[in-house]
């Protein structure tokens, strides 16, 4: 196996070169994970994560309750108290706060609650919209976002099962007005595991990899588009779109192909390589913490389930359209991650489950704080693709000689069959040159000079070679770049 | 007299025409003998390229004429011919004159020559005679209708279990590489052909047609779906007995004596006399070979009865439409005596019985139901049911002729049929010039036309081609055996592992065949429908599993619908010995633990479980169901697998199986749970292989199974929102202190049910992903009418609105509770603005609800109306109406509820009064 020859070889490389010298950076080193330790006789298998006004934390549970954590950001576990703020719910994946209300998104409805006579328990849950349908399949999800720059509050809903859709709307993203108007907006969701928005304020949620879905990715949910499940489809009139229904693709295509074809089609921005990066792609944050969490303002986190990590996005828009890398970021979280927070201090909470899907972490739920220890990891800042290669950015001054050596570099490309069938295996693999790489005169950031790059593929990047001007290997030496498009 | 405008010019008839022999000589020229492997990998085969001649060599039995050493003979893969011993009990003698007058024709693709070639019609004609009857002779063909209900289960397994991977669907466009089916009705019986199915190397020792290890009810029921068109006579196997009279019930028959009476097949309607008022006894002997509990339906209009063993089993007495009863007997063994009594009373007539039970099961997901008159012999003694026929399709009863058997004896060695079928009767074969002396030769069966003398296999120019390549080196095979890689390669070409199976890049699910490969796990993506890459598997499997495997078919992934077929030991013990040669993975050293052995187990049983590495989240354990995917058992692995390879494995997956869903239970070979066997990797994976070695005594892991999960209202209200059943998907059921509990339903905007005691079990959806409907915990479950509480009716005689209340517009706002958490539903439609606030009320008996309804409006109407009830019956009481005889409602003030009829129902409705802006409903509900 390609990939495993590989990653051996990288450990190999960054043991030898590394174990003479200090011990090696762990993640721990630079981002650490502090337990919020839920208490006896609570089963908070958490779905939605929000700050409330004074310092608490809101944790809804897919058992469909509420608890408030006070003190969140304290370090001695005594001060972590849960109180029970709403129970009886549907199964919350979607927390935020605005206005005296905590909206909460459930199966059937999204719901705003208050705490009229302060006893910190809700006792007003009143509907804001349930302009949807569900028949008892438990894959009929609904997550709920935060509120865009619009005011509007986005749900994503889960197919019936995989592979179709047996009630309205499902397979979209709606928005919900301030004024609790449902407007049906994206088309050909199959199973969401979270969403968030961009430094830009641009909406995207995480698919899992399925039925014309190959790996799990990152996409972005624009007004009209269509996001590759055709199942959906079928409520297109009812939406009331102004656009064209879109054309359904073809299985066993490639979503590239299919995307010059289907114009409305907006392939994965990121793709999570199935299973190097994950297998359950989940909550969305961006970190707007003005480098209160570390080095990578600006930058998306996304998390998995599966795998009880998180991953890190970096971004960047070609000929109109998202595409990026994906970096692994931090793992070792206690259970399955599914929601996300990240405050404005820089702290990230994760909450966690795994009932129903098996997750890495071994505890059935969870609650976890990360928090950057102030040290900067060495890690590839940005990778952004150009005409002939990428530009690769670095939190740490690289050392000259190793990062323009080619041999501290691997690169192959690949991508996914788009099918209706439930996944896909790596395809259509290619192994384009570096031909050059040259340090900026900055010492922080690289360029690599590539033939063979590939549009619609993955392109899959090692670096175990390379090393910071003191010393360092990187923390994490692989990134995946989505190649949607090349730049001119 | 033919209109002349319409005559076809002479000119363009003879173009026709010749157009017609063009494509008809084209047609001949591409009938060749079909080799699956040969027409997928043709003759290029740069690894080993004598082998496409060889494939074909083997195919078609040329080493039976052809003599070989034993050294060429370790190179060839011979497919043996098919075994005529009970051809009388199994072919239809037209189908045999016909092929052996032209096989490729009459069975397109087949690997039997044509012997017969080199004589004249008159000859050909009297050989074939004699060489039919005495291949005959031998037995005699049962018979059976095709039925309604086999067919369609047997399309269902046709197309899932791997009978298209090699024939392609039934329907479809033909596939180069399919093995094409003949008339298949024309060869075979129901009965005859589903022998040959459940048993296919009993007439084809070669395993080229697999089993697929069918129970004997599958292969009937896929027999039926290939000759679903045949139309046969079968002999009569029940008695029926024909009364008429004007009846209310099935007569007591006793009393009666019948207008007529006879035999019949099945339940034959038809036997009657006239069109109505009459009855109908039937009685025969059913068949069960597998004792049981066993399910009888009765369809039927009107009335009927069934009785096995003279007690009643199913009534479907009386008066009726068509409908259906049924009942369940257990029944031993053997035979037992089946009654159906039936009446008309006029109208409609209809009369059909069905069994379901343990001798009648199918495949995975069928759960088949029968004509159980299909199962019914005349007599108790009778051995299979269907019964033996007299009659065969198309043809009078054959009898073999002595003279002509005797005839046909002589003919069958003389034209060399006995040197490939068995029986052989003179123990001779004919004698050709031995395979490696026969170079490069275009002559005999390889001339374009070959002689008299020579079988005519009608190859093709790349057949041909192949054939000769191989046979120029054919004198080299003197001195060397195949090398297992070439085995392996030619084996599974032979036997179309390939159709299936990738291995070294080559072969694998062709993609027009892909999604004929089905499971019933869809989320367990390819893994969980196409069968496995078999790189490797030496490494993965303990050689005595995969040589089973290979030998009697497998059937461990229950969610793959396509079976692992049965090959049969001869045709695999070659494959199987040069796969045991294949490289293993390193050894895993013995790794010693300090604690006893029941000690070691009981941490790999911690590790498999929900607290460690949840491997029970995805894979059954003994058939448990896990809580995602359904994935392949595991107390099956230390049964499959090698330990060397179990090591490995569960440490990078993907490694061994790209694109797997199995997660790294060892990421990087560190453990994640570093408190079990003091977090060594080696130790825990050892101690989960001892541990499953158990294999089906393991004890059951945590997190197998779903404990109860009951929610209590103790001091204050629980509310539950879910699927609950009853109360729909949006259901927000309350249980209160006082024990009566409620669910209203969101969508539906109206209380759907009530009940008294405990409240919800919540296992069924706070356990694994939460699937569904669950009833309420408690008791006497009251169901309320569907539709919406309150209507604008501009007369109190307007019925009821019957749209959904989501569909009229009305708004679900929600609730409020108090401290208590008892809940005010909140809820609009037009102006009007409701308050609903459900009550319980404590009494010394059950506890009863109370309603107060608040109802708000800047522009009340005066003609809104409450619908309090809907039922069969409401009678009004002292103090308010009874409901269905099961619940009372009343109310307080001076409201003036009106009972009326509404579509054959009964409804209790309210006018609601306004008092300014307001109107309150309180409601008493008791039950």
Redesign the interface.
């Known amino acids: 196996m390609r990939v495993g020859i590989l990653t051996l070889f990288a450990a190999i490389l960054a043991t030898a070169a590394f174990a003479a010298d200090a011990p090696t950076p762990t993640e721990a080193d630079y981002y650490k994970i502090t337990d919020l330790p839920i208490p006896a006789g609570v089963v908070l298998e958490v779905g939605a994560l929000e700050m409330l006004p004074g310092d608490v934390l809101a944790a809804s549970s897919r058992r469909g309750e509420i608890y408030l954590v006070d003190k969140p950001f304290s370090s001695n576990p005594r001060d972590f108290v849960f109180t029970k703020f709403a129970g009886g719910l549907h199964e919350v994946l979607g927390l935020v706060y605005r206005d005296g209300w905590l909206y909460a998104t459930q199966r059937g409805e999204l719901t705003r609650l208050k705490d009229t006579n302060n006893d910190r328990r809700a006792d007003l849950f009143e509907t804001v919209a349930d302009g949807w349908e569900i028949n008892g399949d438990y894959h009929e999800y609904a997550f709920g976002s935060r509120f865009d720059r619009d005011g509007n509050l986005w749900v994503a809903l889960c197919l019936t099962g995989s592979f179709s859709s047996e009630n309205k709307f499902r397979g979209w993203a709606l928005r919900i007005t301030p004024e609790g108007k449902v407007l049906p907006t994206t088309s050909g969701l199959r199973s969401p595991g979270g969403l968030g928005m961009n430094a830009a304020g641009d909406m995207f949620y995480t698919e899992n990899q399925g039925p014309w879905n190959g790996a799990c990715s990152l996409k972005h949910l624009a007004p009209g588009q269509f996001v590759g499940h055709p199942a959906g489809l079928k409520w297109y009139d009812d939406a009331k779109l102004p656009g064209k229904k879109p054309e359904t693709p073809k299985s066993g295509s490639r979503v590239a192909i299919e995307a010059k074809r289907i114009p409305e089609l907006v392939p994965p921005a990121v793709y999570f390589p199935y299973p190097q990066m994950g297998q359950s792609a989940s909550g969305i944050v961006c970190d707007t913490t003005n480098g209160k969490f570390g080095p990578f303002a600006g930058q998306m986190f996304v998390s998995d389930q599966a795998a009880s990590t998180v991953m890190r996005v970096v971004l960047e828009k070609v000929k109109g359209r998202y595409q990026g890398a994906c970096i692994p970021f931090r793992q070792g979280f206690s259970s399955g991650n599914l929601a996300m927070l990240l405050t404005l201090d820089g702290s990230l909470f994760i909450g966690g489950t795994n009932r129903g899907w098996g997750s890495r972490g071994g505890k059935g739920y969870s609650l976890e704080r990360l928090n950057w220890t102030g040290k900067i990891p060495f890690e590839v800042q940005t990778m952004s693709a150009r005409h002939d290669g990428f530009d690769l950015t670095f939190t740490k001054p690289i050392d000259k000689k190793t990062v323009e050596d080619l041999k501290s570099y691997k690169m192959r490309t690949f991508t996914y069959i788009y099918q209706e069938s439930y996944g896909s295996p790596e395809v259509d693999e290619t192994t384009p040159v570096i031909e050059s790489a040259v340090i900026a005169a900055d010492s922080k950031s690289v360029r690599l000079k590539v033939k063979g790059l590939q549009e619609g593929h993955i392109h899959e990047l090692h670096m175990a070679g390379i090393r910071s001007s003191d010393g360092l290997p990187l923390l994490h030496d692989a990134a995946y770049y989505t190649m949607n498009l090349i730049p001119d | 007299m033919t209109d002349p405008s319409r005559r076809i010019p002479r000119a363009v008839f003879a173009s026709i025409c010749i157009a017609l022999i063009a494509f008809q000589a084209a047609l001949a020229a591409d009938r060749h003998p079909i080799v699956a492997g040969f027409e997928r990998f043709g003759a290029s085969q740069k690894a080993d390229p004598t082998a496409p001649g060889l494939l074909l060599i083997g195919e078609l039995g040329c080493t039976t004429c052809h003599g070989v050493s034993s050294t060429i003979e370790s190179q060839i893969n011979r497919k043996h011919a098919p075994l005529l011993e009970s051809a009388g009990a199994r072919l239809r003698p037209d189908f045999v004159r016909a092929f052996l007058a032209d096989p490729q024709t009459v069975k397109p693709g087949t690997t039997m020559p044509h012997v017969l070639h080199g004589l004249n019609d008159s000859a050909k004609k009297e050989t074939i005679e004699a060489l039919t009857h005495y291949v005959l002779s031998n037995g005699t063909l049962p018979e059976a209708r095709p039925s309604r209900k086999s067919i369609t289960a047997g399309e269902a397994l046709f197309n899932q279990i791997g009978c298209t991977v090699c024939h392609g669907k039934s329907d479809g466009k033909p596939l180069a590489t399919s093995i094409p089916l003949p008339d298949l009705g024309a060869k075979y019986s129901i009965p005859s052909l589903a022998e040959f199915l459940a048993n296919p190397h009993r007439v084809r020792p070669s395993g080229r047609m697999p089993s697929l290890n069918l129970t004997a009810q599958e292969a009937q029921v896929i027999a039926h779906y290939l000759l679903k068109d045949l139309r046969v006579n079968v002999r009569p196997n029940m008695r029926y007995e024909y009364f008429e009279g004007d009846w209310q019930k099935v007569p007591d028959f006793s009393k009666l004596k019948p207008k007529a009476s006879g035999i019949c097949e099945g339940l034959d309607l038809a036997r009657a006399e006239r069109a109505n008022s009459f009855a109908m006894r039937y009685s025969g002997f059913l068949r069960i070979e597998k004792a049981g509990q066993y399910r009888f339906f009765l369809h039927s209009d009107d009335g009927a009865r069934l009785l096995i063993d003279d007690k009643l089993v199913v009534d479907n007495d009386g008066i009726h439409p068509p409908q259906e009863n049924r009942g369940v007997v257990g029944l031993a063994r053997g035979a037992h005596k089946l009654t159906i009594e039936y009446f008309d009373g006029g109208g409609q007539v209809e009369l059909e019985a069905d069994i379901q039970g343990p001798g009648f099961s199918i495949g995975n997901t069928i759960r088949l139901r029968q004509d159980v008159s299909s199962f019914v012999t005349l007599t108790e003694q009778e051995a299979t049911p269907p019964p033996p026929g007299a009659s065969t399709a198309g043809s009078a009863r054959f009898t073999a002729d002595s003279a002509l058997v005797d005839k046909g004896k002589t003919l069958f060695v003389q034209h060399g049929c006995s040197s490939c079928h068995q029986p052989n009767p003179a123990g001779k074969s004919v004698v050709a010039k031995p395979l490696a002396a026969l170079g490069d030769s275009a002559s005999g069966c390889l001339a374009s036309a070959p002689p008299a003398s020579s079988p005519m296999y009608s190859l093709n120019t790349a057949q041909q081609t192949a054939i000769r390549e191989s046979l120029k080196s054919a004198g080299s095979f003197e001195s060397k055996r195949p090398t297992p890689a070439q085995t392996i390669a030619r084996t599974m070409t032979a036997l179309n592992c390939y159709a299936c199976h990738e291995r070294g890049q080559v072969g694998g699910v062709e993609?027009e065949r892909?999604?004929w490969f089905t499971t019933t796990q869809?989320?367990?993506?390819?893994e969980?429908?196409i069968p496995p890459r078999l790189d490797g598997v030496t490494a993965k499997l303990k050689p005595t599993y995969l040589r089973q495997a290979l030998a009697q078919g497998l059937k461990d992934r229950p969610y793959m619908l396509t079976r692992m077929p049965r090959f049969g030991a001869p045709a695999t013990t070659a494959l199987a010995d040069a796969f045991d040669t294949e490289p293993k993975l390193g050894p895993i050293p013995a790794i010693t633990f300090d604690d006893t052995p029941k000690r070691v187990k009981s941490a790999g049983r911690q590790l498999v479980g929900?607290?460690?590495?949840?491997?029970i989240?995805?894979h059954t354990f003994r058939n448990s169901e896990a809580?995602?995917i359904q994935a392949i058992d595991m107390t099956l692995m230390t049964k499959r697998l090698n330990r060397e390879w179990f090591h490995r494995y569960v440490i990078?997956?993907?490694?061994f199986r790209?694109?797997?869903?199995m997660?790294?239970a060892w990421?990087?070979g560190q453990t994640?749970?570093p408190n079990i066997l003091g977090g060594d990797t080696a130790k825990q994976i050892e101690a989960v292989w001892l541990y499953l070695s158990d294999g089906s005594s393991a004890m059951i892991p945590a997190g197998i199974g779903r404990q109860p999960l009951p929610l209590f209202a103790i001091k204050e209200a629980?509310?539950?929102?879910?699927?609950i059943e009853g109360a729909g998907?949006?259901a927000?059921?309350v249980g209160y202190p006082e024990r009566a509990n409620l669910a209203f339903d969101?969508?539906g905007i109206r209380y759907a049910l009530l009940w008294q005691g405990g409240f919800m079990d919540?296992s069924r959806h706070?356990?694994?992903?939460?699937?569904?409907?669950q009833p309420p915990m408690g008791d006497n479950v009251i169901a309320l009418p569907d539709g919406p509480a309150f209507a604008s009716l501009s007369s109190p005689s307007n019925p009821w609105p019957t749209l959904k209340a989501?569909e009229l517009g009305y708004?679900?706002?929600?609730?409020?509770?108090?401290?208590d958490?008892r809940p005010t539903f909140?809820y609009e439609f037009g102006e009007t603005r409701v308050e609903d606030q459900p009550v319980p009320v404590a009494t010394s008996k059950t506890p009863s609800f109370k309603r107060v309804i608040t109802l708000s409006s800047d522009h009340p109407s005066d003609t809104l109306y409450f619908r309090a009830a809907l039922g069969e019956t409401i009678k009004p009481t002292p103090n308010g109406f009874l409901v269905n005889g099961e619940w009372r409602v009343s109310f307080d003030g001076e409201l003036k509820p009106i009972v009326r009829n509404s579509a054959g129902k009964t409804e209790l409705i309210v006018p609601v009064k306004f008092n300014g802006k307001t109107a309150t409903i309180v409601e008493h509900i008791e039950w």
């Open positions: 993609s892909n999604a869809k989320e367990m993506g390819d969980g429908r929900s607290d460690a590495l949840s491997c989240k995805c809580e995602g990078n997956p993907p490694e790209p694109g797997t869903r997660p790294t990421p990087n994640i749970v629980v509310i539950y929102r879910n699927f998907t949006r927000i059921g969101a969508n919540a706070w356990s694994g992903r939460g699937e569904g409907f989501k708004i679900f706002r929600g609730y409020r509770v108090t401290p958490q909140l």
